[in-house]
């Protein structure tokens, strides 16, 4: 596969069913050519787990996948000894020598790789998505640095694992913390907002098979219109693509007044977002 | 192009965008593996590269204007343009051969067509003619923006494009929104248009450095709160969202490290690891801490700013924590705790507390003593050593009795008692200020003038646990 180009990365990405913009695909380029990882922030839903998806898709390659939340630790992120194995392996063996023990139980066999170790060891390039790293402690964060910057590992019984191949790391980031000054730095910085309406159409017509582009248009435009309110949870790109399916499904052909205050619970998953969107879009507000 | 890349760098350390050195060598390597040709291109490169935050993108694309417009931003138009277009005639309007008329029906075309290029085309000419620019003027450019969109008469072209985009239909209020919306986002690609082929004329005239330097703003979080301007005000707004989601996690965040009972199915299980023998001890997770914070705001005049902001913080908070209370006072304290329920419009809820609150008891002037008494004893029972204490205010009293007693009682009988100060430092205690009088009681006071402030606030917000109990 060819990400030889900003533009060769859009096609590759269109084919797998992802639309990016410009800004995606050079930044993806880049991530490719100058083999940084990528920290992508934005609010929730913009699709930034999506674009990990869909490189691994589009290169073919394997996704792993670390899913970050409070209280990660080494042991889940990178690496465990096996030690009920170990247990085994030293009663098997009661009477052999300590030092040949030793040195054995401390070997690859006994190691259990974890989402980060597993993407640096495996032999054909993956794609490793870190989901939410904004989840995790300041402390822990500072586990990935060494990942980042040099692709390899260091455990201290066997010395330090580089990878065979260069994964390409994407990293998510709700911004609920600031991220450390070690983290981003070693990162290339990519902020995905919500796409602008044309964007969001030709989203929304590569979703949902069968909606007719007048009616993908004005959903992209409610979209918007709605995400122009102050809301507390403005309409994510995956609610957008399910109200389409609403509407398809309903057979809808125009939106309209009637049509939006009986589907607005699709796009908004709070009362008080749903009363105040009726409100200003419709003259008529819900019951 | 490592020479403007260079000077590029230096000015968005010089706007406060923090660029360390590592990421400057990542955008050099990283432009010489693209087409520097193209302008999109080397801008999201630089910005990937470069800023790393999403709040100083607007600091971002300014300097980029300034430092890399003189490249031709569209294809087949030479670099000469640029030039020759920075010393025009005087009062502007005169050019030989140019019709408004035509301009403003070539820029209608564009706008309601979407075609990029001709509206690029369509404001340089503009600017050529209506924004009568003066060569060697240490100016912005926000006057001659100005300039040219009101000779353009920008409301008729709105009115305009509605008509074109509407048709003859009768529309719904609803569709008519959508229209509006439509409008105003194809009018700010030709506001942005013009504001960026003037900086191309004003680099021109100037070079790079004078204007970059004219048009440097401070960064949002950098921004005085006590002197921000409505359009300030707005971007602060924006970026306080993310800022009370961060404290809204902090307050919430458990200790971690031991603090729940022994847990003795796992301490026995890892016992295996060490041959029977519990070598290391595991711990019920302790129940997480639900954080409870009554908010005590100053709304007086000479607060007017700042407690609009810190207003605007109560109501983005309001949507993360279920036991939040907000109080106004100014000499005296009310509960406005409902005007800023889930759901409820920002604007309602202030001008409720204007008509609504009984905040003023006597003439309108701070009354620290009066207001904190009154809410001790209104609501100093219902403290419970849970509940976090925030207050905001300059502690200007009016040369009143401070009766800062009552604050070691609030104190005593809450988890923890914060206090956010607006002014700085060197001017507390100064005048009519009692800062060191509650300053005694309070847990921690902090001078919050800036987003940036605010921010460092809520990432060190490390409470004590039972200080006070």
């Given amino acids: 596969m060819d990400l030889g180009s900003p533009a060769a990365v859009a096609s590759a990405l269109r084919d797998v069913g992802y639309l990016p913009d410009q800004r995606i695909s050079q930044v993806v380029f880049l991530a490719a050519r100058l083999e940084k990882p990528v920290l992508v922030e934005g609010p929730a839903g913009v699709g930034k787990t999506e674009l990990a998806k869909a490189v691994a898709a589009a290169t073919d390659r394997r996704l792993i996948r670390l899913q970050c939340y409070e209280g990660l630790d080494e042991a889940k992120a990178l690496y465990e000894w096996n030690y009920k194995k170990q247990l085994l ?51 822990t964060e500072a586990l990935l640095l060494e990942i980042l910057s040099d692709f390899q590992v260091s455990i201290p019984e066997l010395g330090t694992i580089e990878a065979t191949s260069h994964p390409f790391v994407f990293l998510t980031s709700n911004n609920t913390r600031e991220l450390s000054e070690a983290l981003k730095r070693r990162c290339l910085f990519l902020h995905i907002d919500y796409p602008a309406p044309d964007r969001e159409k030709e989203i929304l017509q590569a979703r949902v098979p069968g909606l007719s582009e007048h009616l993908a248009e004005q959903v992209a435009r409610v979209a918007r219109s709605i995400r122009s309110l102050d809301l507390k949870k403005a309409p994510s790109v995956s609610e957008t693509i399910d109200w389409a399916r609403t509407l398809l499904t309903l057979s809808v052909e125009e939106v309209d007044e009637e049509v939006l205050a009986d589907t607005l619970h699709v796009l908004l998953k709070y009362q008080g977002d749903i009363e105040k969107a009726a409100k200003e879009l419709t003259s008529s507000p819900v019951e | 192009m490592l020479g403007v890349l260079t000077g590029f760098i230096g000015e968005l350390r010089q706007t406060g965008v923090p660029v360390s050195m590592v990421e400057a060598i990542d955008a050099m390597t990283a432009v010489e593996a693209i087409d520097v040709g193209d302008r999109t291109a080397l801008r999201e490169t630089l910005r990937a590269t470069l800023i790393k935050n999403a709040r100083h993108e607007r600091a971002f694309d300014t300097a980029f204007d300034v430092y890399f417009s003189l490249a031709p931003s569209l294809p087949g138009e030479g670099e000469g343009n640029a030039i020759e277009g920075a010393p025009p005639s005087g009062e502007a309007g005169g050019g030989a051969g140019f019709e408004m008329d035509d301009l403003v029906s070539r820029i209608l075309q564009a706008l309601s067509h979407l075609d990029t290029d001709e509206l690029r085309r369509a404001a340089s000419e503009a600017v050529d003619n209506l924004a009568g620019m003066e060569p060697g003027r240490p100016v912005g450019g926000t006057y001659y923006l100005y300039r040219t969109l009101r000779r353009l008469d920008l409301s008729a072209l709105e009115r305009a494009l509605v008509e ?3 048709g003859d239909a009768e529309l719904t209020p609803f569709e008519q929104r959508l229209v509006e919306e439509d409008v105003a986002e194809r009018l700010s690609r ?88 519990p070598a290391d001890p595991q711990f019920r997770h302790p129940r997480p801490h639900r954080p409870e914070v009554w908010l005590l705001c100053d709304v007086s005049g000479s607060m007017a700013t700042f407690s609009r902001f810190t207003l605007q913080f109560t109501h983005a908070m309001a949507t993360h924590f279920s036991r939040l209370r907000t109080f106004a006072f100014i000499d005296t304290i009310d509960e406005v705790t409902d005007f800023f329920g889930p759901g409820v419009d920002f604007a309602s809820a202030v001008s409720r507390i204007a008509t609504e609150a009984e905040v003023v008891w006597l003439d309108g002037h701070s009354d ?88 460092d606030f809520v990432e060190g917000l490390a409470l004590p646990r039972g200080l006070n109990r």
């Fill in chain 2, 368 to 455: 620290y003593g009066n207001a904190l008494e009154t809410f001790h004893r209104r609501y100093g029972a219902q403290l419970t050593p849970r509940t976090t204490v925030i207050i905001t205010g300059d502690a200007r009293n009016n040369y009143r009795p401070p009766r800062d007693g009552v604050l070691a009682d609030v104190a005593k009988a809450s988890r923890a008692l914060l206090w956010l100060n607006p002014e700085p430092h060197l001017y507390w205690d100064t005048g009519d200020s009692a800062m060191s009088a509650y300053a005694r009681h309070c847990t921690s006071v902090h001078e919050v003038r800036t987003l940036r402030q605010l921010e």
């Fill in chain 2, 164 to 166: 074109i985009l509407m």
């Fill in chain 1, 89 to 139: 392996r030293i009663q098997a063996d009661a009477g052999s020598d300590w030092d040949s023990i030793s040195q054995d139980i401390f070997s690859e066999e006994f190691l259990l790789t974890r989402p980060l170790l597993e993407a640096i060891r495996s032999p054909e390039p993956v794609v490793l998505l870190i989901d939410e790293v904004d989840r995790v402690e300041v402390e």
């Fill in chain 2, 190 to 277: 030709l506001r942005a248009d013009i504001e960026e082929e003037i900086r191309r004329r004003l680099v021109a005239d100037r070079g790079r450095e004078a204007v970059a330097r004219t048009l440097r703003r401070p960064l949002v979080e950098d921004i005085d709160l006590m002197h921000a301007t409505t359009s300030d005000l707005a971007e602060m707004e924006a970026a306080i969202g993310p800022l009370t989601r961060k404290l809204a996690a902090r307050l919430a965040r458990r200790r971690k490290k031991r603090a729940g009972r022994l847990d003795f199915r796992r301490t026995m299980r890892r016992s295996l690891a060490t041959g029977g023998v």
